[in-house]
């Protein structure tokens, strides 16, 4: 099975790094942008499985992000996660008209985060090795 | 490796990053203090700033298990976003300006608590 590439859209640089290691450690690739417009850029260059989003971004917003992203012809098929510290009753609903496949306020907990992207991805068993835990941390 | 070094070195490198995100703060603690010298002295300019910055520790701070600063940048947030998003004849100036000011003295007091009482800083 093809290792599943997800695309983590923060401008702070240690969650990034955080995500990174978790998602590694259960087994996914990643890739990295930092704002709305390196988002979309990003997408179209590694094509990724799945986007997890935060909407806190500087130079536009991820709302932004996502309209870039949903007006592409094959990378509005792409899966969004919106990860955001933001209120959710002000965001929640309009990122999902938006678009978005899911919205999680920060701290996101790892194993609610890691059962999104498997439903996202269309997995239905962890993306670990057998016997291996999935969510550490 | 077998799975318990890679859960080891998982826990070791998230150690890592949560520690640069305290010394990261750390170092942008004078910024945030000038900031709200001008916000104090009636400089709004330095608005925008702070609530990229509360906005940021506000879900760092929350990720990384610092809840007492993930709070206080929550609450300099909700004032920021009261008092950029609402024209200024409807807002109480210098009161909303002081609340503003002292939830920020709050978050570098706690900055400056997890600093002293989380990981060794090098």
């Known amino acids: 099975m093809a290792i599943k590439k997800i695309l983590i859209v923060d401008d702070d640089p240690d969650i990034r790094e955080g995500m990174h290691v978790r998602l590694k450690y259960n087994g996914y690739d990643t890739c990295f942008a930092t704002d709305a417009l390196s988002c979309v850029a990003m997408a179209r260059k590694e094509e990724p499985d799945l986007i997890i989003l935060d909407l806190g971004l500087p130079e536009g917003d991820g709302f932004l992000a996502i309209e870039g992203l949903k007006r592409h012809s094959t990378l509005k098929l792409i899966p969004i996660v919106v990860v955001s510290a933001r209120d959710a009753r002000a965001n929640q609903e309009r990122a999902i008209k938006a678009g978005a496949a899911a919205y999680l306020q920060k701290p996101v907990d790892n194993a609610e985060l890691l059962a999104v992207i498997r439903k996202g991805l269309g997995q239905v068993a962890p993306a670990v090795e057998p016997g291996k835990t999935a969510v550490i941390a | 490796m077998d799975n318990f070094d890679k859960q080891a070195r998982l826990q070791e490198q998230l150690a890592e990053i949560r520690e640069s995100f305290l010394r990261r703060t750390q170092g942008e603690l004078p910024l945030l203090g000038e900031l709200l010298g001008r916000i104090e002295a009636g ?80």
């Open chain 2, 43 to 122: 400089d709004s300019t330095g608005l925008a700033q702070l609530q990229i910055f509360a906005h940021r520790m506000r879900g760092s701070g929350a990720t990384f298990d610092f809840a007492a600063i993930s709070e206080s940048a929550g609450q300099v947030e909700n004032l920021l976003e009261l008092l950029v998003g609402t024209s200024a004849a409807s807002v109480d100036g210098p009161h909303d300006l002081r609340c503003l000011v002292e939830c920020g003295r709050r978050l570098v007091l706690e900055i400056g608590a997890a600093t002293a009482h989380g990981p060794t800083l090098g």
